[in-house]
């Protein structure tokens, strides 16, 4: 099944560009070498739970309390023509973003459900820093045909990795650590992608890009979560392992201002994502895990990105 999604994705894109004819902006000719740096904000994505009683019942605080930060986002680009109205595109993307949230545990009878009904509460008034971590990377290689003036498809290879990951030290009301809850989780991506853009000159200097992809992949994820005690106490350790197929996407709007003939300024905004994949922070918070099973939903990573770049043509 995911072969022949792969093998028809490719199709698609190969039918579409049959009929090129050559991109109206002068950066189609040529080599192209594109750097770009920016920032990545992750969206929260995770369950609406964070703490409740033992043995069940309402919860008390909730994940739309966390933040998930913001960080940087690099990108780097290469392209070169390849046949007629068409051009070979490398792209590889990587970004990472952290945030912080103390949370204040409100009565003695709360517990994280990613203890995994562990039955010792936590005391009132101690308090945890709860840490969201946030990694993806990105490489794709294709083609790219121009359909005519303004628009172009594509259709290439592509592969990746991406966590979220949850860190959450415990500390009693004088400030010492008692317990250390960390996830580390990776999903390992690889499968086939497809794109289409649009091109609108808006005068002699500057033109508007926009631009949409979609991928298909096959993924692994594992993931391994640990509960440390800093003084005495039964610590815990758990671990899981899942396949799935992955769905990436992503959406951009792009300025471009020619500086000279062969070299051009960009600013673009974006939303990038994946779904179908393995989260480790939601495998973390997730009420069905037990002290020997951690249950691995299909969740889901997303963020938006404003990036400002360089492109050069030789």
Known sequence: MTKHVYTSAITLALTLGANAATAQDSFYHGQ????????????NTLQDTLTTPNGGGAQVQSTDALDFGLGPRVAIGYSRPWGNNARMVFNLTGAKAAGETTITIGGSDETYPGSYDDGKNLPANFTTDVEILTQTAMLKFGREWAVNGAWRVSAGLQAGQALQ???AP???TSGALITTVQTESKNEMYGVFGGVSYYHGIDNTMGLRL?????????????????????AGTNQANSG?????????QIAARLERSLTDHSMLTFEIGYEGLSGIGNGADTFLDVEGTASTAHIDEDMIGAAYISVGYALQF
């Open 241 to 249: 392992s899942a396949s799935s197929t992955a769905i990436s996407a």
């Open 170 to 172: 415990l500390f009693d």
């Open 165 to 167: 990951d949850i860190s």
């Open 32 to 43: 192209v070498i594109e750097l770009s740096a920016g920032i990545f904000a992750p969206f």
């Open 211 to 231: 631009s949409a992809n979609v991928g298909v992949m096959d993924n692994s994820f594992t993931y391994d979560y640990t509960n440390l005690y800093s003084i």
